[in-house]
T-cell receptor, first 114, second 113 residues
Framework: DSGVTQTPKHLITATGQRVTLRCSPR?????VYWYQQSLDQGLQFLIQ???????AKGNILERFSAQQFPDLHSELNLSSLELGDSALYFC?????????????FGSGTRLTVV | AQTVTQSQPEMSVQEAETVTLSCTYD???????LFWYKQPPSRQMILVIR??????QNATENRFSVNFQKAAKSFSLKISDSQLGDTAMYFC??????????FGAGTRLTVKP
């Protein structure tokens, strides 16, 4: 157990629907990052939150949004889903003062859009 | 923008032999961090090794070591005495001081018995 909790582990939904992915960071970590990994692809950075505020934004579609709550958990909302949104979505967390230790990743949420 | 390039989509190695995975990156930063992550079939992202750019000494973790060439912006991973459990996707990653980490496309390594 890495300490980063992602729920649900698997999600199957239809095109046009909206889903919410949840992430609880490792205890003490203020930063949360979301990544998308399509089949056999690398990890594409979506968005970063630090202590409740958006810190950096990557290639995140306008149909996607995220937020980080006061208890530091984060949610990634995906709407108007398309077949191409099927992917593994990773959440990672880090402690700002321990950059050398990199990110701690959750086990991912596998989203299948049918 | 920082980019990370892994030029070897797939590699294979015989068990007990040594293999080197390549990674180059592009940045104008002077201080940064570099990482190799392993992603086995379980899809979990596992940190293998890390390197601080201001340290000239190459990092080593048991059978894993890196060859960090800052001027050439190269960060290769050497796996010695390869084991079947090393079979996985390997991702090179670059992180700026503000914690923004970017990944390469990955190298699929297969260790053959």
């Amino acid at each position: 157990d890495s300490g980063v909790t992602q729920t649900p582990k698997h999600l199957i939904t239809a095109t046009g629907q909206r889903v919410t992915l949840r992430c609880s960071p490792r205890s003490g970590d203020l930063s949360v990052y979301w990544y998308q990994q399509s089949l056999d692809q690398g990890l594409q950075f979506l968005i970063q939150y630090y202590n409740g505020e958006e810190r950096a934004k990557g290639n995140i579609l306008e149909r996607f949004s995220a937020q980080q709550f006061p208890d530091l958990h984060s949610e990634l909302n995906l709407s108007s889903l398309e077949l191409g949104d099927s992917a593994l979505y990773f959440c990672a967390s880090s402690e700002t003062d321990r950059r050398l230790f990199g990110y701690t990743f959750g086990s991912g949420t596998r989203l299948t859009v049918v | 923008a920082q980019t990370v390039t892994q030029s070897q989509p797939e590699m294979s190695v015989q068990e007990a032999e040594t293999v080197t995975l390549s990674c180059t990156y592009d940045t104008s930063e002077n201080n940064y961090y570099l990482f190799w992550y392993k992603q086995p079939p379980s899809r979990q992202m596992i940190l293998v090794i890390r390197q601080e750019a201001y340290k000239q000494q190459n990092a080593t973790e048991n059978r894993f070591s890196v060859n960090f060439q800052k001027a050439a912006k190269s960060f290769s991973l050497k796996i010695s005495d390869s084991q079947l459990g090393d079979t996985a996707m390997y991702f090179c990653a670059f992180m700026k001081l503000n914690n923004d980490m970017r990944f390469g496309a990955g190298t699929r390594l297969t260790v053959k018995p």
